[in-house]
T-cell receptor
């Protein structure tokens, strides 16, 4: 069973479109994250939710809107896609927000390409 | 603010040789430190972590790392490289804030193993 699963794995779309990426974890974790990996493979956190509550919101354009319907799901909606949004987006999960000693478990990523 | 520096964006070794991937961190509080590995088109997989206690930590696939506070380092080693070790390796530091546990990653080191 996949612990952290993301869909879709690949997303190719035109500039200006709106798209969503879904993430689900079956580890029973309380906290979920979105990270962006750029073309140079640099990873940066975007958002984090703990039990459906937003707890980390980095400097991300407000075209990006995360939503967590329950603690096992964290989706990412992106409006008006731009060329610079092309990247790999990773979902991750871990135990509790304050337990920074707990490792984060990552999905396989969604490769977003903007034409 | 925390930061991680990985010395050497590319490291090349021969099969059977020692692997040494360097990581230095900056943190105002005692850090939690992690090494992750990323194989092509996959997510990140935890290799090992340091939280407290023994400064030499062992991980999966024969890797280990030593936390050296005086040198602010957490270098990753493996005595004998295998072809299957070829991948991207990321060092990361986690904060201890209760408001969220974000991972700050280094820029990654691409490990090539030559036959």
């Amino acid at each position: 069973d996949t612990a952290v699963s993301q869909t879709p794995k690949y997303l190719v779309t035109q500039m200006g479109n709106d798209k969503s990426i879904k993430c689900e974890q079956n580890l029973g974790h309380d906290t979920m994250y979105w990270y962006k990996q750029d073309s140079k493979k640099f990873l940066k956190i975007m958002f984090s939710y703990n039990n459906k509550e937003l707890i980390i919101n980095e400097t991300v354009p407000n075209r990006f809107s995360p939503k967590s319907p329950d603690k096992a799901h964290l989706n990412l909606h992106i409006n008006s896609l731009e060329l610079g949004d092309s990247a790999v987006y990773f979902c991750a999960s871990s135990q509790g927000p304050g337990q920074g000693n707990q490792p984060q478990h990552f999905g396989d990523g969604t490769r977003l390409s903007i034409l | 603010a925390q930061s991680v520096t990985q010395l050497g964006s590319h490291v090349s070794v021969s099969e059977g040789a020692l692997v040494l991937l360097r990581c230095n961190y900056s943190s105002s509080v005692p850090p939690y430190l992690f090494w992750y590995v990323q194989y092509p088109n996959q997510g990140l997989q935890l290799l090992l972590k340091y939280t407290t206690g023994a400064t030499l930590v062992k991980g999966i696939n024969g890797f280990e790392a030593e936390f050296k506070k005086s040198e602010t380092s957490f270098h990753l080693t493996k005595p004998s490289a295998h072809m299957s070790d070829a991948a991207e390796y990321f060092c990361a530091v986690s904060d201890r804030e209760t408001s969220g546990s974000r991972l700050t990653f280094g820029e990654g080191t691409q490990l090539t193993v030559n036959p």
